[in-house]
């Protein structure tokens, strides 16, 4: 609903009675997407067909619509900042850019918007720039179905894929970012929806969240990146439908919950990772239809969380379901399916009707003494679990789930 109503106030919200129609060719008249624009009016289009145009750093301050035609090519040579929208009620539609310079002092970028609200970028694509699409106390934007992909040996050498600073109410749809720092990164960014992106292959986050609050992302794919996803300093973050998958490395997870509170992690895939979720001081905050898969912890609880809840969750195929650092847990586990559990249901209500202990003794060595990880499959860490099993000593007895459940939930 906020997407229509952001088209609406877009389309109807400046005079366009007295709009024209500019159309810039290569081989004709009008050769110049700058003189295009220096001749447009607030409210006119600018058609640009294909072609190669180098000219340096383009800005708009004008309420205009800039569109491109069998994809031209805005090639910054390495030197420049592509496309610098300064101006609201803009339109970036159908552009290739390419090529942007580097600095170490300045955001440059494919496309940078600096105070520009009810903005629409859509349909471009953006190859080898520092950051690929930057927004800075710009509200009301719409970034959809873009490709950008970057390049580089180091960490330093790149900027974010779609970074925003200081916005609100913008909308993140449906983009393919790989290659870059983070794929997408919002800091200070509130009521605002990233939903049905695929960020891939970024050298440190698939997705940064920092104290950005009110924001929900769904329908994404993460995969393959540095550390994994992010979720920093913020509250009310609904995170719903999200694919964590492949996220491999000695501090990677799929996704990482930093002093988060009051928030939703709902109906999510972890599959893969080398943690599934790794949390701290992360409280009031709710985990429910999520399906953890063949990752090497599936969930880290660190003792700072509390008034966390977990149900109907499923646990299958992990090396580790659940570790903490502490004996002492005040989250709530509840009707997880954990195909560990090795209990029955005499009363056949689907429950089990012996608790589940997630936490096994050697989880909790490892978290003291990571090296001691070479000796997992051993005969001694067989001995070790069967034996906590008779006589729990050291894993937290208050973290158990009292019915867990028989049957693995269905999440579709």
């Not at 624009?37 to 383009?58: C, H, L, M, P």
């Not at 300045?106 to 600096?114: K, P, T, V, Y």
């Not at 913020?234 to 492949?246: D, I």
């Not at 969930?299 to 969750?313: G, H, P, R, V, W």
Request: charged share 20%; net charge neutral.
């Amino acid at each position: 609903m906020r997407y229509y109503l952001f088209l609406f106030l877009w389309l109807f919200s400046f005079n366009s009675a007295n709009a024209e129609v500019l159309n810039v060719n290569k081989n004709g008249k009008l050769n110049s997407i700058k003189a295009a624009i220096a001749q447009a009016k607030n409210g006119d289009t600018i058609f640009v067909s294909a072609g190669i145009y180098t000219e340096g750093n383009i800005i708009i301050q004008k309420s205009i619509s800039l569109i491109g035609k069998d994809y031209p090519t805005l090639d910054g040579k390495m030197k420049y900042e592509l496309l610098t929208i300064a101006a609201k009620h803009v339109r970036v539609e159908g552009f290739r850019i390419i090529n942007s310079g580097r600095s170490s002092m300045e955001d440059l970028s494919g496309i940078n918007c600096l105070d520009a609200h009810y903005v629409i970028i859509r349909n471009n694509i953006l190859e080898n720039t520092f950051f690929g699409i930057h927004l800075s106390n710009t509200n009301y934007c719409l970034i959809e179905n873009n490709t950008l992909h970057a390049k580089a040996a180091h960490e330093y050498e790149l900027g974010n894929g779609i970074h925003l600073w200081k916005c609100n109410n913008a909308s993140i749809l449906k983009n393919k970012i790989s290659g870059h720092r983070d794929g997408i990164y919002f800091e200070f960014v509130t009521f605002s929806a990233i939903i049905g992106n695929n960020s891939f292959k970024n050298m440190r986050y698939g997705l940064h969240f920092m104290f950005s609050n009110d924001d929900r992302y769904e329908y994404n794919t993460f995969s393959n990146n540095g550390a994994g996803v992010a979720v920093m300093y913020s509250s009310h973050v609904r995170m719903y439908r999200n694919n964590f998958s492949n996220n491999w490395g000695a501090s990677a997870y799929g996704l990482l919950l930093k002093d988060i509170r009051d928030s939703e992690v709902l109906r999510n895939n972890f599959t893969g990772n080398t943690s599934g979720i790794y949390m701290e001081g992360t409280s009031r905050t709710e985990f429910e239809n999520n399906y953890f898969h063949q990752n090497g912890w599936a969930l880290k609880l660190q003792a700072s969380c509390d008034e966390n809840t977990f149900t109907k969750n499923n646990f299958t195929g992990n090396t580790f379901d659940i570790s903490t650092n502490s004996i002492l847990v005040l989250n709530k586990i509840d009707s997880n399916y954990w195909d560990k559990y090795q209990g029955y249901d005499l009363n056949k209500d689907g429950a089990g009707d012996i608790p589940y202990y997630p936490v096994n003794l050697f989880s909790m060595i490892v978290e003291r003494v990571p090296a001691s990880m070479m000796l997992w499959r051993s005969f001694l860490v067989l001995l070790l679990d069967n034996a906590e099993k008779i006589v729990p000593a050291i894993t937290p007895e208050n973290l158990k789930d009292h019915q867990p459940s028989m049957k693995k939930y269905d999440h579709n």
